[in-house]
């Protein structure tokens, strides 16, 4: 069903091979660039050779095809329902394009058929119609790399009217927001898509100022034992994390996560979750965030 | 003995395999079954032939550990979704493909097998030095497949059948719509086959908290949908934690529990043989076999709809027709002034329950849920101002504060403190 040579990345790039063929290029060397880019990192081993051999009897040895047109395959069943599916996500409402025609085809699924039972109960408004107006400016400026203008309150409940480059839409899963990665403005580079009012194009001759914020990474130390499933849990907790796993002995496991620095205090609460199964043995800074919280904790009279 | 190949037959052998590379990652060559270690090194370089460059190894006294460390917030594509477009093919199937549909290049043409073949054999076969031999069978056949997958369309004239490509449906504007339901929906993996005809693409989107291990489970996910789409019975094998090997079970899938905190994905189904709800690992799951229809699948949904005010994770009611077995859950915790945000952090993260103001400075949390062990995890992120527990399950609200008294031990918080 859905394993099949029909979507695989040796069909991709034959068909893009032969287009190239078709388009008039014939050295060997510039097909091989095809395969590189789009296929896997043997496969330059594989594919020519098949096409140059006549093994698939698609190629002649001078890199000419009996192929006539441009190699295309209509859209499976499988392909229909899946864009079926999305198109009744009311996310979809945020892009602005029409969806081809699907009528009578059934969805892959349905918001019946599945449930996302731990995202938080704050998120997006996705169909807002202002929120909608504001993703699209944002998309826009983002497509044709120019700038917007908008207001928004701050923590500390100061109105602020800010310009700025949006360079990338951040969605969390789990927050079920956006977020808009920004550049050019001296205040910090993620907002919160719908924080943001009045956003437009800003149309004017302004240069940005020169802020670019890297992400600043720091790495956390834990040791594991394994206990009540721990091992698993943690693993793929923090699976979406560049991590490292060491095992020590038969239960006990030494874990290093990269995380980034802004998200230092989601990191202490999510490891504080896992209980005594986890200890912090870095760094020093991180281990004292945990143990400051024990000792508020400790004063608090739990009995 | 046969060669190596990047392809691959059958997926369930490499999606065991990169799950343990990708969610643990500690283990050497000797931890994986002695029998197969030439299979491992196949796996291993094909895993690494499609993710190269998310591949890492350390040297340890044990030997060489191999794992797959991938930040997902920097990643534009899943890049388990390389490994769905790994299927090996034969020289007649790859050949036969682009053959047909250059013959069938367009809706408005339409051939029979015999003269489907007829062209095949004089305008594109011909001209190589030992050209391929099809017989009809073999292109009905194709056909047949990829009739199935709805590409190819047939048609009956007289005793003839003809064949031609179905229409073609413009996917060109679809760039950002695809990239971007492609993470965040269910069988994203689907969405990237179709994205793969697209020309551009973008960068506009990234993505926080993002579980790709899900993506690994897509060919089950889809036949889970399918038996619920069309209201049927599955059997499925289930390798649970406590068994070796995976036991059959016929089941009426009703629901997918996808969590956007664990990256864990269950299945909620019911066992018409135990008359009970059950909920199972989908990264547990193999070998789907969708079976007749279930009669009774709308009420069991409309049941496991009213089970949802009392669910924290995915602890169901087991007794179809038995009453409600449920546990109190209740703690308190202290708010100083400045401290607001705790609030909106309660009422956002429950799932279920009621948050209550107690008064300036405490506010409370209860609920009444199936099992009140799933919501330890949530409580214990309150720790430094938890002043009072109240749970029905004496057992876990001991468990916990000695939890807690464990945690002070460990980072060596004196009594007296």
Redesign the interface.
Known sequence: ????????????T??AI?SRIIDGEHSERELQKIVTERA????AL?VMP?LKS?????V?SDMTT????I??????????Q??K??SL?P??KL?D????DLDGV????TK???????????GDSFEDEEYVRQFRVI?NA??NNTQIKFEMTNRSGKEMYIRCRPI?????????KF?V?TEGWHGGSTINLAKMRGCMPYTGSKPLEESHRNILYDTVTVRLRDER?A???F???F?????????IDKSN?LIKI?Y?RDDETEMV??I?????MI?VIGSESF?NL?????????????? | MSSY???IKN?EKIRAYMREF?????KNRDDYDAKSSRSYDNER?RI???L?EHM?F?R?P?GK?V?I?????TIRHNPFY?A??????T?G???L???I??IL?SPSVKMTVAELLKRMDE???S??????TFDESTIRKKLKEYCD???IKTEKEGRKIYYR???????A??N??LH??S?????G???S??L??TQAD????????????GAID??IL??L??A??EKRAVTVYNLS?KANTPKKILMIPL??????????QHLVAYLPELNQFQSYRVDYLSNVKIEDVYPGFNEL?CELDKM?SK?W??SVKHNKSGTDHLEHVEFTV?VNKGEEHII?RL?????VGTVEKIDDCTCRFYADVYDSSEV???I??F???????NFSNRTLENQF?N??K???R??G?DEG?
Not at chain 1, 97 to 100: D, I
Not at chain 1, 239 to 247: D, G, I, L, N, S
Request: proline fraction near 3%; glycine fraction near 4%.
């Open positions: 069903m859905i394993f099949s040579e029909l979507y695989s990345a040796y069909y991709n034959v068909a032969i896997f990192l043997e496969s594989t098949s006549e093994k698939w009897q698609l002649h009996p192929i006539k047109h190699p295309t395959m209509p859209l499976t069943n499988l392909q229909k899946w864009l599916a999305i996500d996310r979809i892009f394009v029409r969806l081809p059934e969805p892959l699924f019946e058929d599945y449930f996302i039972y731990d995202k938080y109960g704050d998309l983002i497509r990338r839409l951040e969605y969390s899963e789990k927050d079920d977020r990665i499933n091992l698993e849990r693993m793929l907790h699976a979406h994390f560049e991590k490292q796993a060491e095992r496991y990269k980034s609460i999510r504080l979750s896992f209980g005594p200890e281990r945990i143990i400051d919280r024990l000792k508020r904790q400790k004063s608090c009279g739990l009995q | 190949s990047e392809l997926f990708y969610v643990y990652g500690f370089r690494e032939s499609w190269g890492s350390v340890t044990e550990n794992f460390s991938i930040d997902s917030r390389k769905w477009k790994s299927k090996s093919f020289d199937d790859i050949t493909h682009f053959i549909f250059d290049y305008e594109y076969l001209g190589f030095d030992n050209p391929i997958e709805g590409i490509r179905a229409e073609n449906t413009d996917v504007d679809l950002e719509i971007y339901f993470e965040v929906a269910p069988c993996a689907i969405g086959f179709v793969d005809k973008t960068d506009a989107f990234t993505f926080k908290h993002h579980y790709i291990t897509t060919g889809a036949y949908f399918t619920m789409r934690r629901r997918l529990l996808i969590s956007a905190q664990n990256g864990r949904r949802r669910t994770g995915v202290c909106r009422e956002r993260e429950k799932r330890i995890p949530w214990r992120t720790i430094c101002r938890i002043t009072k527990l504060k939890d807690i464990d945690m002070y460990i980072y918080i403190v």
